[in-house]
């Protein structure tokens, strides 16, 4: 899938976005971009956009049960307690929570 994220339009329209990395053992970074250089509001949709894809994928490929054993075990939920008041003030707690809980 991240793959294939380069290709699109939104990407060539927008380079920064080809800032966003992906490694299988640390996930998205997005630490590369800079916010000087891009319409903020255009990467945040994207990377609402790539979290939301691979967690469907998760879901999807491993089923619904087994993506929440492993959102547990990678502290998922502990992360988004401990960081309720940023992750609210961002309005992305109830997001994230709907995310990562609902089938």
């Known amino acids: 899938m991240f793959q294939n994220y380069s290709q699109l339009d939104?990407?060539?329209k927008n380079p920064e976005?080809?800032?966003?990395?992906?490694?299988?053992?640390?996930g998205i970074?997005?630490?590369?971009?800079d916010?000087?250089?891009c319409?903020?509001?255009i990467v945040e949709k994207e990377i609402i956009n790539l979290i939301t894809r691979m967690v469907e994928i998760l879901k999807?490929?491993?089923g619904y049960f087994t993506s929440i054993k492993f959102f547990i075990e990678e502290n998922i939920f502990d992360y988004l307690i401990s960081n309720f008041s940023l992750?609210?003030?961002l309005n992305?707690?109830?997001f994230l929570i709907k995310l990562f809980l609902i089938k």
Do not use: A, Y
Not at 17 to 26: A, H
Not at 29 to 33: H, L
């Open 17 to 26: 976005l080809s800032s966003i990395t992906f490694q299988r053992k640390t």
């Open 60 to 62: 999807d490929e491993e």
């Open 10 to 12: 939104i990407v060539k």
């Open 39 to 41: 319409d903020m509001v």
């Open 35 to 37: 916010p000087m250089n």
């Open 87 to 89: 992750l609210n003030d």
């Open 92 to 94: 992305l707690f109830i």
């Open 29 to 33: 970074n997005i630490i590369n971009i």
